[in-house]
């Protein structure tokens, strides 16, 4: 790729760019669309519209980048958690070390790769026209003594990155410490779930749960949950959700148009009448999942204290360990219901499917892989298709073809990838909502990594990237020939995907576009009080952070012109997730830190990564010694990994029991507890056994279900 079609893609995307900021610093402040782009102060009740038009509306203004600064750290946890917490520190982090990073790589590295004379000599007179592999390592001539300084940053980088991983990792878990102190009591940490309990023609699972419980742990013991099979009234119960959102919409369009009246009266007496059938459905099969124990041989077991709840968990309940098997509870709104309507079987059928289909899935995404890589070599292009040789001919269409195209192309792909990991980790058999958003981070993020990197450095055939798998001993020489090759296109790649995809967040398209179109179709937008606040979406956003953190560390010494790019994108996220927090997003959840882990080991392998390219890269400029020197340091890295997972990880696994004794010995002395307990034997129901009733929220149960229509 030349640096003309380089700066044909950064053109474009930054005139995206500019274009999303603009539209949504007015935006914001129209009434019209305070859905999209306020959604959780609408919630809270923190914001509501102004009458009166003003002028400034129309204005953009940056007072949002203002705000966004200000927000403090405190800030953060206190109105979103601890895992929002999380996320900006993996942002903060990656800003450090590409800042750290991007002193040496431009300012020592990229000097010493233009001085090279491996491909060809540099043109400062016609620098557009230059290859931008000159700005690479590929450029510096074999056995050449300024390789030195190549290895000297790999080695400072290394002990840069692991110093900070160690910082944060010891920050971020006396902050899960400091959280769980300062918090009020959660059902969660003191209930646990039992599985697996053994039947009994005699009694049912409750009796035969608090009869085990009461004699095996009679200090501790409070009371259980029997959690039952209850997927068609929620079914039902979602079928009803909908039919509200529509009765409340023709309501509220009957009240503005009055010429409407009687066809919006037909359609709300239709939805009515179909709401008192689901009712009434729904409570008969209450009735009958009541009186016939559809029991789920599973139950959420309470204690009275934290300790007790942790001891039960951790040790072997019964003779037979197939027998009581406990787990972690999750919190009563994190708890994913569908779970417990599927049999053994059906979980361990879905494990075999997801495993297959994400085979099949890698190797599909091949397909858009190699288009992408046809397109970033024009003579391959015009192998291809030879009517085309004209066209791409063209200066600037063969900039669009090379710079842009390709990037937008493998985006686009990309965006259908989230939400499949989503569903696939759906049906995995996860029991709460927080592990099956953490298990779709991590299918992302190694999707990713295979998928956009591998696959694009070594594009070949399916069975060439087989080889490598088979003969891993390869793979640094191999990494060396490849990795540097395709240094222009994710320089490009960073620009495209990652700006414009940072910007569309700011400017929420999708929504935008739903809110247009639900104003072209009649639609009422304006109700403030059915709004409820979106939550991050975690397993998006943290593998295409973590991915872009990944090409940073490993082509920071191989083409350090891509570091610029990603502290400006990083910079971008920094300040445009911390607007989001404070006006879009709401927690849903709460992990208490538990996506650290995710990106530490990220960011341990991005290393090992940059080690055997470096290892490569040096063996193929024949400097022996320096490929020779390295070889110390993925060992050193992974050592390090290993200490900080003896050091740290167990606090993010489970408690220590001074923490929980000393929290259980807190909660007393406060006489929060007595109160508390109430709570606690109603807090894991199963919300499909409530009685529908709805205010005009149709996820909260206020009012009855139907209500009377005013026309």
Known sequence: MRV?????????NSTLCVLFFTLYSVLRKQPGYYKVYIPRL?????????????????????GWLARAWRLSEEDILSSNGLDALVFMRSITFCLKVFAFAGVIGIFVLLPVNSMGTQLHEIDFTDIAN????????????????RLWIHFAAVYTVTIFVCGLLFTEYKYISSKRIAFFHSSDPQPHQFTILVSNIPASSDISIGESVERFFRENHPATYLSHVVIRRTSKIRNLTNEAKNLYKRVTHSRAGSLQDKHTIFSEKVDLDRYEKRLED???????????????????????VSFRTRYGAAIALHLQQAVNPLHWITEEAPAPKDVYWPFFSSTFMQRWTSKLVIVVVCVLLTILFLIPVIIVQGLTNL????????????ILSKTFVSQIVTGYLPSLILQLFLKIVPPIMRFLSSIQGYISLSEIEKSACNKGIWFTVWNVFFATVFSGSVFYQLSIVLDPKSLPEKLGISVPAQASFFIAYVVTTGWTSVASELFRVIPFVGSLIAKCLGRSTDDEEDVEAPSICFHRDFPRMLFFGLLGIAYFFLAPLILPFLLVYFCMVYFIFRNQFIHVYAPKYETGGRFWPMVHDT???SLVLMHAIAVGIFTLKKLSWASTLVFPLPAITLLFNEYCRKRFLPVFRAYPAEVLIRKDRADWNQGLMTRFYGNLVTAYEDPAMVPISYSRNPDSLDLPLLSPVSI
Not at 4 to 12: D, E, M, Q, V, Y
Not at 278 to 300: G, N, W, Y
Not at 379 to 390: C, G, I, T, V
Request: hydrophobic share 40%; net charge positive.
């Open 130 to 145: 230059n290859s931008l592999d000159v700005f690479t390592i590929s450029n510096v001539n074999d056995g050449s003594e």
């Open 379 to 390: 003579s391959q292009l015009e192998a291809w298709f030879p009517f085309l040789k004209n």
């Open 42 to 62: 609408l919630a809270q009740g923190s914001s509501r519209r102004e009458g009166r038009f003003k002028f400034g509306r129309l204005i953009p203004s940056p």
């Open 603 to 605: 960011m341990i392998f």
């Open 4 to 12: 003309s079609a380089l700066l044909t893609s950064l053109g474009i």
């Open 278 to 300: 689901i009712r009434q459905h729904v409570r008969l099969e209450q009735s009958d999942i009541s009186m016939s124990k559809k029991d789920t041989r599973a139950a959420f």
